[in-house]
């Protein structure tokens, strides 16, 4: 059974830093690429980064460029998001993605994790 779990979200202030993880199991982790999406209350789910097979490879949504960063650790079966110069629009249910390929487009991925909040205060 595949299973993605994703961890360190919280209350940060505007400005600020988190670092989320989305531990995998179930399913051979270097196989797969891996996304981040987020859902803010009212809107759809958003793509915000990607990370191919190998970690050589990386997209990122503009609104997010520059301040986040995607990352893998294939050994570990996990990957982070780190996310700096938080902004209140960031809030958002952050989820962690596993599909065949890096992409910025949902449906795409097979697997998704149950999400973590992340709640950036002005």
């Known amino acids: 059974q595949v299973r993605l779990v994703e961890s360190g979200g919280g209350l940060v202030p505007a400005g600020g830093s988190l670092r989320l993880s989305c531990a995998a199991s179930?399913?051979?982790?270097?196989?797969?690429?891996m996304g981040w999406f987020r859902q803010a209350p009212g809107k759809e789910r958003e793509f915000v980064a990607a990370?191919?097979?190998?970690?050589?490879?990386?997209i990122y949504a503009d609104a997010v460029k520059g301040r986040f960063t995607i990352s893998r650790d294939n050994p570990k079966n996990t990957v982070y998001l780190q996310m700096n110069a938080l902004k209140p629009e960031d809030t958002a249910v952050y989820y962690c993605?596993?599909?065949?390929?890096?992409?910025?487009?949902?449906?795409?991925?097979?697997?998704w994790g149950q999400g973590t909040q992340v709640t950036v205060s002005s």
């Open positions: 993605a596993a599909g065949r390929m890096a992409h910025v487009y949902a449906p795409n991925y097979n697997f």
């Open positions: 179930g399913l051979t982790f270097s196989g797969y690429g």
């Open positions: 990370i191919n097979q190998s970690g050589g490879s990386t």
